[in-house]
């Protein structure tokens, strides 16, 4: 009988992919293998669907469950890699020929097409007023197209080693476009005329995004993401995830939250309110290739470059991240004291807790797991020595409780003013806000 059930389960297993072995994590929504590179993906405009650039053709999802909706074939030769709505109906693709093609997805058809670059297409973008597009081509060239029919405006020599990105000021005045030459320019929309250029990124800037507040958000191979501030020409944001690189950047609407796309096979959340990183979502197994918010701001989608596509319920996935609670220890020490830190995790799967040195000397400063509700991290050649180390430190949590506590001990050997730094991290990835504690530590002399 076990026999049958499990030959029932694995033939109803294997057409959904759920026999791979991969289980959505906890805070997604559902998640799906789309079985090879998919180079793009956008939500409508009224975030009802998920479209995406499947080789050579265009699949349509729905965006609260990814169930596929239907899939559109392209024109014989032609392969998207840049997508962008222009309404629920109409959709634009940037292909590998230099082409921009205009979609009709209830009929799926071509209702426009145009060829203005002789490289490939990375990226398009749609203007605030909907009446132009912009896409920019490996062969250096950012253009400017009329909507609907797609003729050329301005074809704009932008950047000599390729074009990666472009997007579109929240006014639409603006035209910033990034490149493999690490700069980005702004043009005046609809004369062209070059405004501004900064030397944003020491690699190709991939992905180009407008705030709100005006600041401009880019995402390099240099592994960091940057916030400018275009009325001085300087970054008020750097975020550096210590990654090769950054592949995208997004903002979610209504602020407060940035994903990072990069390559290490991680979703990087950095709090706008915290300054701080605040999660590494795992779940991907290959280099992430697309982030991209709901236009509601309740959805994330995150897709890797071997084709697995994670929806993530944003406000649910923020609730799972741990808490630390209380923290007992002595304002004032002598040369030793045990701290003991109090945490609450919705999850049950706090894994780790990072504790770093803000203020002191890091010489004269160590800290031990103390083996009490903590344990060595596992290296190549076995564990760690449980002997006091140097902050930062890092030790892993044992157990799986929604609340529970663990002891370290620190260890001083100078009189001087302290303040650590200790987060909480779960299995997910998510983090807990940084508690900070200060000390007065005057150990005898010796």
């Not at 009329?146 to 003729?151: A, D, F, I, M, V």
């Not at 690189?245 to 979703?267: C, H, M, N, W, Y």
């Not at 290959?286 to 995150?302: C, E, H, K, Q």
């Not at 002997?387 to 044992?398: D, K, S, V, Y």
Request: hydrophobic share 45%.
């Amino acid at each position: 009988m076990r026999k049958w059930a499990l030959l029932i389960l694995v033939s109803i297993w294997g057409p959904l992919g759920l026999g791979k072995g991969f289980v959505p994590p906890p805070g997604a929504v559902a998640a799906v293998e789309l079985g090879g590179w998919v180079a793009d993906l956008v939500f409508s405009p009224d975030g009802r669907y998920l479209a995406l650039a499947v080789r050579d053709r265009i699949e349509l999802r729905t965006a609260d469950d990814l169930a596929s909706v239907g899939s559109m074939s392209l024109p014989e030769g032609k392969r998207a890699y840049a997508l962008a709505f222009v309404d629920e109906a109409r959709l634009a693709a940037g292909c590998a020929d230099g082409t921009v093609l205009l979609l009709d997805l209830p009929s799926s058809s071509v209702i426009a097409q145009s060829r203005p670059h002789a490289g490939r297409v990375w990226g398009i973008a749609l203007s605030p007023d909907g009446e132009h597009l912009a896409s920019a081509s490996d062969d250096g060239t950012v253009a400017l197209l009329w909507l609907p029919e797609l003729s050329v405006l301005h074809i704009l020599a932008a950047h000599e080693d390729g074009a990666c990105s472009v997007a579109f000021s929240q006014d639409g005045s603006l035209l910033a476009s990034g490149g493999h030459d690490g700069a980005i320019r702004l043009f005046a929309v609809p004369s062209g005329r070059e405004v501004a250029r900064i030397k944003a990124h020491s690699a190709a800037v991939w992905d180009l995004g407008f705030c709100p507040e005006g600041f401009l958000l880019s995402a390099g191979s240099d592994g960091r993401a940057v916030m400018w501030d275009l009325s001085e020409g300087r970054a008020v944001r750097m975020l550096a995830p210590g990654v090769k690189r950054v592949r995208e950047a997004r903002l979610r609407p209504g602020g407060g939250l940035i994903a990072l796309a990069t390559s290490d096979t991680k979703v990087f959340l950095w709090s706008e309110g915290e300054e701080a990183f605040i999660g590494r979502l795992l779940g991907h197994k290959a280099p992430l290739w697309d982030v991209t918010f709901s236009p509601n701001g309740r959805y994330l989608a995150t897709l890797s470059a071997a084709g697995r596509l994670i929806l993530w319920d944003v406000a649910k996935l923020l609730a799972l991240r741990p808490r630390i609670t209380g923290i007992h220890y002595s304002g004032r020490m002598g040369r030793a004291q045990y701290i003991v830190v109090s945490f609450a995790d919705p999850n049950g799967d706090a894994s780790r807790v990072m504790i770093d040195l803000v203020q002191g000397d890091p010489v004269t400063v160590f800290v031990s797991s103390f083996s009490v509700g903590l344990e060595t991290r596992p290296s190549g050649t076995g564990f760690a020595p449980l002997g006091p180390r140097t902050l930062p430190a890092e030790f892993l949590i044992q157990g799986r409780w929604e609340k529970g506590a663990f002891t370290f001990g620190l260890r001083v050997d100078e009189p001087q003013r302290l303040e650590l730094r200790i987060v909480v991290v779960d299995a997910l990835g998510l983090s807990s806000e940084a508690r900070s504690i200060g000390i007065e530590a005057m150990p005898p002399a010796p």
